[in-house]
């Protein structure tokens, strides 16, 4: 059981590039999240997807867009990558539409972009 | 619109000696509130939650909360931390659509 997988762990892109984080989940969550986490600022929504067939924006959504692939996969996309889109990415699900409120984290994927 | 804020963004305790840990919210209705713990180069783990109920919480890893109302504060406490304890710690609170919005964290560092 391997809770929330994210790949990659590390990437690097120059500005301009095109890139897509991977996630992916088998505990049957039915809510997935994008996250990222930048010093001081502490986690800030992307987008997230309460229910497979659905995403919404979160706080931060501009220079992304996500795919729910299917219950299990929700992906980020990076059309363009730009300096300030280097930070740490998280993914999380969580059981029952979100109703508790409790996340399970990947362990996060580290863009740098130069 | 919802916030968390923790006011202390690094905190450093001895070994063995208690600490706390502040959170303050604003939200309008009842607030489902968390706290997380991020271990370095880790993903966030669930310490505990509030939803209803007795206001002292108890969570993993011996830590508890205090849900005070009328000062909008959510503080986290552990009385004897172990050098284990040091990470980075979030305070987190759900809105009615279901999203969580996280404080700017605290990192503890905890001294022999």
């Known amino acids: 059981n391997a809770g929330v997988t994210q790949t990659p762990k590390f990437q690097v892109l120059k500005t301009g590039q095109s890139m897509t984080l991977q996630c992916a989940q088998d505990m049957n969550h039915n809510s997935m999240y994008w996250y990222r986490q930048d010093p001081g600022m502490g986690l800030r929504l992307i987008y997230y997807s309460a229910s497979e067939g659905t995403t919404d924006k979160g706080e931060v959504p501009n220079g992304y867009n996500v795919s729910r692939l299917n219950k299990r996969e929700f992906s980020l996309r990076l059309e363009s990558a730009a300096p300030s889109q280097t930070s740490v990415y998280f993914c999380?699900?969580?059981?029952?539409?979100?109703?508790?409120?409790?996340?399970?984290f990947g362990e996060g994927s580290r863009l740098t972009v130069l | 619109a919802q916030s968390v804020t923790q006011p202390d963004i690094h905190i450093t305790v001895s070994e063995g000696a208690s600490l706390e840990l502040r959170c303050n919210y604003s939200y309008g209705a009842t607030p489902y509130l968390f706290w997380y713990v991020q271990s370095p180069g880790q993903g966030l783990q669930l310490l505990l939650k509030?939803?209803?109920?007795?206001?002292l919480v108890q969570g993993i890893k011996g830590f508890e909360a205090e849900f005070k109302r009328s000062q909008s504060s959510f503080n986290l406490r552990k009385p004897s931390v172990h050098w284990s304890d040091a990470a980075e710690y979030f305070c987190a609170l759900r809105s009615n659509d279901y999203k969580l919005s996280f404080g700017a964290g605290t990192t503890v560092t905890v001294r022999a």
């Open positions: 999380a699900g969580s059981p029952r539409g979100g109703s508790t409120g409790e996340l399970f």
């Open positions: 509030y939803f209803s109920g007795d206001t």
